[in-house]
């Protein structure tokens, strides 16, 4: 008897065990979470209180809700729920609660744009533990921003990497040789139009810290690099050597850039100062060499040359050394782009009469093509900041709009809508 | 009478005649550019009367700068320069090319102005790869037109790549139309 009731005390322990250690790393704030890419956190978002400001402040309040759910859903890292009710189907691990207090009374009778006081926080769930406190003091004009920061904020909290959701796209619209550059935030809204220079203005490209957009623009007459401060919209030229300068890519360190210059020959990669004084000259060939792109090391790059004929995409070093062939499957690659994540590569394949998007590893393995037929053309692929999200312009439609998809998921989403063509996109980092 | 002495009256008479004789020499000099020469010639011509060419058809107008084009104002069309055509994927010239642009440098030459070459793509393909096929068709061409004897100087070269095409759709025969040396004012 006594035996049994050992053996039974024994297991008891050994099954209570467990559920008593879980219990104690709930009591105190979950410091490790890790959160790996297949395995989406549950998240709760409560409708925020709204404590003064009457309509327009309950107005305030629907768009941070919608814009912060919309943010965690695109990262593809949350799944999202809006009550406690949704708690069967999501294991809800953290919510998010916030308070929004309207303008002061004689702005709204004014008129003028006051800001809103608003408080946002993040806590584990169910218990209900403080993890992030954010307040903001936003005008009408800055409510989206304000989500769109505070997303951030739990994504990089959660995950250590900065989310994306302040980030923007800029690309070229238009038909024929009219075509200027606009740029929309990475969900879609706020678009802007950048250039007014009635001639054609594509292939743009951001600098690491955001305050230029180099790109390649017909406005004096031949073909130059010019660069735009977005924070002033001024426009100055970089280089525009007679022929080719195109397809301009930023350094991740922000300090030159590399692009192609036929310089009256034919074009050959070329690293230039921001300025547009020449670096180092990198291939000396016969052949086209174009559409180049650093590695997010800095070291290499990788670029299309048709010296065998045939487009075809190479790695080489800033030197201009340890050249080698990547792409062995295809008669045409070009259009490449190197991964932030420094391990994959996203290029454009011809298949057909069709031009289709391509990802594989640096090693040359794992070639994916991740559009198909019913794709019609797909082109010009760029990298979200994230390494997991690609925008690309597709004409799937009839004519040529821009998607954004989710490498992990194989999901996507359109990003622009309208009659005229978008092409030639570029992420902001 | 008073024997060795001329008389006063005889003297009078000599100098008056002198005088006559001087004065009449005078006028005799004096006269000889009324005397005309012309009539030699007038009797020359009695016998010919000059051929007048006659006048070629046209209409009568007063502008001088209509008997020279004013090229540079021109598209090169309009002076009889032709665009040349390539195949997929190619920027050599064929002989129907070669034809064309032989007409061409003539009109070129005669023209002798800035024109400006500018190379297209069909829209099959990347917008980098493009607008560098481009470049490499509208090379071709100015490479071939130098070669027979356009000024370099006239001639400046750019891609639209398949950013600017002549027709739209996405049939064999549109994307024919598309991959083409262009040749417009600058």
């Not at chain 1, 006051?114 to 169910?126: C, I, M, Q, Y």
């Not at chain 1, 307040?135 to 009408?140: A, D, G, S």
């Amino acid at each position: 008897m006594k035996r049994i009731s050992c053996i039974a005390g024994l297991l008891l322990i050994l099954v209570l065990a467990p559920s008593t250690a879980v219990a104690q790393r709930n009591q105190e704030v979950v410091i490790e979470h890790t959160t790996s890419a297949y395995v989406k956190t549950d998240i709760l978002i409560k409708m925020f209180d709204v404590l003064s400001g009457g309509m327009p402040a309950v107005g305030t309040a629907d768009v941070l809700e919608d814009v912060v759910i919309q943010d965690l859903e695109f990262s593809g890292l949350f799944r999202t729920g809006r009550s406690e009710s949704q708690a069967d189907s999501l294991q809800y691990e953290f919510t998010i609660e916030g308070t929004v207090e309207g303008p002061l009374r004689d702005a709204e009778q004014t008129g003028e744009d006051s800001p809103t006081t608003v408080s946002l926080n993040l806590l584990s769930w169910p218990e209900r533990q403080l993890v992030l406190n954010k307040r903001y003091r936003p005008l009408p004009s800055q409510v989206r921003t304000t989500a769109h920061h505070f997303a951030n904020q739990v994504i990089e909290w959660l995950t250590g990497e900065s989310g994306i959701c302040m980030t923007r796209v800029v690309f070229s619209r238009g038909t024929g040789d009219r075509r200027d550059l606009y740029a929309v935030d990475y969900d879609g809204e706020g678009l802007l139009r950048l250039t007014a220079n009635r001639t054609l203005n594509l292939c743009p490209s951001w600098s690491p810290d955001g305050s230029e957009i180099v790109f390649t623009s017909y406005r004096e007459g031949q073909q130059g690099l010019y660069s735009l401060e977005t924070a002033s919209g001024n426009v100055r030229q970089v280089i525009a050597q007679e022929g080719l300068n195109l397809g301009a890519d930023w350094h991740p360190s922000g300090e030159e850039l590399v692009l192609s210059l036929s310089r009256g020959d034919n074009p050959e990669i070329f690293r230039i100062s921001p300025t547009g004084d020449i670096i180092k000259r990198l291939t000396v060939s016969k052949a086209i060499e174009i559409s180049p792109s650093w590695a997010p090391s800095g070291r290499d790059l990788v670029f299309t040359s048709d010296r065998t004929g045939t487009p075809q995409l190479y790695i080489i070093d800033g030197d201009g050394a340890g050249r080698r062939r990547l792409t062995f499957e295809g008669r045409y690659n070009d259009s490449a782009m190197w991964s932030p994540r420094g391990d994959q590569i996203v290029y454009a394949t011809r298949q057909g009469n069709t031009t289709q998007i391509v990802l594989m590893k640096t090693s040359g393995e794992n070639r994916r093509v991740l559009t198909d037929g019913q794709w019609g053309n797909s082109e010009d692929p760029c990298w979200a900041p994230d390494g997991r999200h690609i925008v690309f312009s597709s004409d799937r439609t009839g004519v040529f709009k821009l998607y954004v998809y989710d490498v992990l998921e194989d999901s996507y989403r359109q990003l622009t809508f309208g009659d005229d063509p978008d092409i030639t996109p570029a992420w902001s980092r | 009478m008073n024997r060795g002495w001329i008389s006063r009256s005889t003297l009078l008479t000599l100098g008056l005649v002198l005088i006559v004789a001087f004065g009449l020499l005078m006028t005799g000099c004096g006269s000889k550019p009324d005397v005309e020469t012309e009539p030699e010639t007038e009797a020359e011509d009695q016998g010919q009367v000059e051929e007048i060419p006659p006048t070629i058809q046209g209409e009568e107008t007063d502008t001088i700068e209509d008997t020279m084009p004013d090229y540079a104002s021109m598209d090169p069309s309009e002076y009889g320069v032709e665009d040349v055509y390539f195949a997929f994927d190619q920027y050599d010239l064929d002989n129907e090319a070669m034809g064309i642009l032989s007409r061409n440098a003539r009109a070129l030459r005669e023209a002798n102005v800035l024109v400006l070459v500018s190379g297209h793509c069909d829209e099959r393909g990347t917008i980098e790869y493009n607008l560098a096929l481009g470049e490499k068709r509208a090379k071709a061409v100015r490479d071939y037109l130098v070669s027979l004897g356009v000024p370099a100087r006239n001639l400046r070269v750019t891609s639209y790549g398949e950013s600017k095409p002549f027709a739209r759709g996405h049939t064999e025969d549109a994307w024919a139309m598309n991959r083409r040396a262009h040749f417009e004012r600058p």
